[in-house]
């Protein structure tokens, strides 16, 4: 069936649509076929998406993407398309992934352990504790790393009722960076509870369900009852440690909160904050 519905689709419009795809990612991270020949590509391409016609990938993808995502710029379609591959592969990786039935209540509580691993070091160690312990309240949690033209660091959406989707795409590398993105994408699950996709990037409009994402994540991170501390801290690696232990987070969290108050500036401090690579991440189960 996908033969002939690739053999309907005229070779312009074909080669029109694959341009606005990161084609060579997809291809070396095995989400389609390695073969570069036109008609092999466009066949794995639409299976892939499970669409028909780049006709039907348009209404299903480029629309929910422009409309929450990224404005409008001279490369809007390659962004959209490297976004929808992402979250497409996401979604894949995510129905795979065997998960209890979605429960507010028992993720809200899942959060309280789940911080406690912002003070391990180590993906290898900390990502598939956090799959595992998401996965008893409902939540497919998938780390992917996005192509090139996606800015997404996160996103999240419900497949089912009982089921949620959380992407995460690690994309600065650093402890402050990732945390506050699960949390983020952690409080649009409990806060917004939707089928609609929330993706989070560094181009996304002021929107009040992100204003309260942040809220929710900073407070889960650092409790209200110690923000003023925090933001009476002396600008000190050993002050900010001490704080951070007592307050049971990474120091690099405590850092990226104080940057993100304006209370410290972006290039103070940045030696407290743990630095990750893909090799440490893509050596995890979470991944697979």
């Known amino acids: 069936a996908l033969a002939s519905s690739a053999k309907a689709i005229g070779a312009d419009e074909a080669s029109t649509w694959l341009r606005t795809l990161p084609l060579k990612q997809m291809r070396d991270d095995g989400w389609i076929s390695t073969e570069k020949d036109h008609s092999t590509t466009l066949q794995s391409v639409l299976a892939f998406f499970n669409v028909s016609t780049p006709q039907e990938w348009e209404a299903r993808y480029t629309d929910f993407a422009n409309s929450f995502a990224f404005r409008t710029s001279p490369s809007f379609e390659s962004k959209a398309g490297a976004l929808a591959a992402w979250l497409r592969r996401a979604e894949l990786r995510a129905r795979a992934q065997q998960t209890r039935p979605w429960s507010e209540k028992n993720f809200r509580a899942a959060l309280v352990e789940i911080r406690r691993l912002t003070r391990s070091k180590s993906p290898e160690k900390f990502l598939p504790k956090l799959q595992a312990i998401c ?154």
């Open 135 to 288: 996965a008893t309240a409902g939540v497919a949690t998938v780390v992917l790393k996005s192509p090139a033209g996606c800015r997404a660091s996160g996103a999240s959406r419900f497949l089912s009722a009982d089921k949620a989707m959380m992407i995460l795409s690690f994309r600065y590398l650093s402890d402050d960076h990732f945390w506050f993105t699960f949390f983020h994408e952690a409080a649009h699950l409990i806060l917004h509870q939707t089928r609609k996709p929330f993706v989070d990037t560094d181009d996304i409009e002021s929107d009040p369900r992100e204003d309260e994402a942040n809220s929710f994540a900073a407070g889960v991170l650092i409790p209200e009852n110690r923000q003023e501390e925090m933001g009476n801290l002396p600008a000190r690696a050993d002050n900010i440690i001490r704080f951070a232990v007592s307050a049971g987070v990474s120091p690099g969290v405590v850092v990226g909160q104080l940057q993100h108050r304006k209370m410290l500036g972006l290039q103070q401090m940045n030696g407290l904050k743990r630095r990750y690579t893909w090799d440490q991440i893509t050596e995890t189960t979470i991944t697979q």
